[in-house]
C-alpha cells in the first residue's frame, strides 16, 4: 500500500475539513507508485482521478430534501397524467354512447307492399279457392305458395321467426277412419242327429219332422241330405 506524505495528509485533511467546495484530486506516481492529493492539477506523469470532497450535515440533508421533493413532482406528474387519461377514456366513452343514441334507426322496408308479395298473394289465392271449390282434390302447390308468400310479405327475418315457430308447433296427423268390414254371414246350421218326431242341429237347435226325412224350411219343407238340412 502506498504511503503518503505528511504534507499531503495535512493537505487532504485540511481541505476535507473545511468543506470547500473545490474537487479534489488523487494523483499517484506511475514510477514509485506514491499517492498525493491537491486541488490542482497533478504533476506531469502522475496518474489523476477526482475525489469527491466530504459534505456536511446541511449539505446531506439539502440533497435528501432536493430528492423526496423530486420525488413528489414526479408522483404528482404520474397523477396528473392517470387523471387526464381517465378523462380522455370518459370523454370518448360519453362521445360513442351519443353517436349510438344520434344514430338514425334503420329504415325496415315495407315487404308486403311489394310486388313480389302482391303476386306471391294472389297466386296462394287462387290454389285457395280451388281447393275449397274441390275439398277432396289435393292441390300439392298450395303449401309452396303459403311460404312463398310469406316469405315476400314478412322479409328475411320475419319468414326466419315463422318458420321457427313452424318447427316448434306439434305435428298433428289425421287418420282416416277405418271402414268398418261387413259381418261374415253366419254358418248354416248342420244337423247332429235326429229322433223319430224331431232333429237337432250343431247350434242347439231343435227342428220337428213332418214326415220321413221331411223338415221344415224357409220355403216349406226340404229333405235332409247328409245332414245338411235345414235347407
Known amino acids: 500500500m502506498a504511503r503518503l506524505r505528511p504534507a499531503s495528509l495535512l493537505l487532504c485533511a485540511s481541505l476535507l475539513g473545511l468543506g470547500a467546495q473545490a474537487q479534489v484530486v488523487r494523483c499517484q506516481d506511475a514510477r514509485t507508485g506514491q499517492v498525493t492529493y491537491t486541488d490542482g492539477a497533478c504533476a506531469s506523469g502522475e496518474k489523476a482521478r477526482e475525489v469527491e470532497a466530504r459534505k456536511t450535515a446541511e449539505e446531506l440533508e439539502r440533497e435528501r430534501a432536493q430528492a423526496a421533493e423530486a420525488l413528489e413532482r414526479k408522483q404528482q406528474r404520474l397523477e396528473l397524467e392517470k387523471t387526464r387519461q381517465e378523462a380522455e377514456a370518459a370523454r370518448l366513452q360519453a362521445q360513442r354512447q351519443r353517436e349510438l343514441l ?71 296427423v289425421v287418420v282416416p277412419p277405418a271402414r268398418a268390414r261387413p259381418a261374415p254371414p253366419p254358418p248354416r246350421p248342420r244337423l247332429t242327429h235326429c229322433s223319430e218326431f224331431q232333429c237337432f242341429d250343431d247350434q242347439g237347435k231343435s227342428y220337428p219332422r213332418a214326415g220321413p226325412g221331411r223338415l221344415p224350411g224357409p220355403d216349406g219343407t226340404c229333405r235332409s241330405a247328409g245332414g245338411r238340412a235345414p235347407c
Not at 112 to 138: D, H, K, T, Y
Not at 151 to 162: K, Q, R, T
Open 102 to 172: 344520434e344514430r338514425p334507426a334503420p329504415v325496415r322496408p315495407d315487404y308486403a307492399a311489394s310486388p313480389q308479395c302482391q303476386a306471391a298473394r294472389r297466386q296462394w289465392q287462387e290454389l285457395n279457392e280451388a281447393q275449397m271449390r274441390e275439398p277432396l282434390v289435393l292441390q300439392p302447390g298450395l303449401d309452396a305458395a303459403q311460404r312463398q308468400m310469406d316469405l315476400h310479405c314478412l322479409g328475411p327475418e320475419g319468414y326466419a321467426e315463422l318458420e321457427k315457430a313452424r318447427a316448434q308447433r306439434p305435428q298433428i
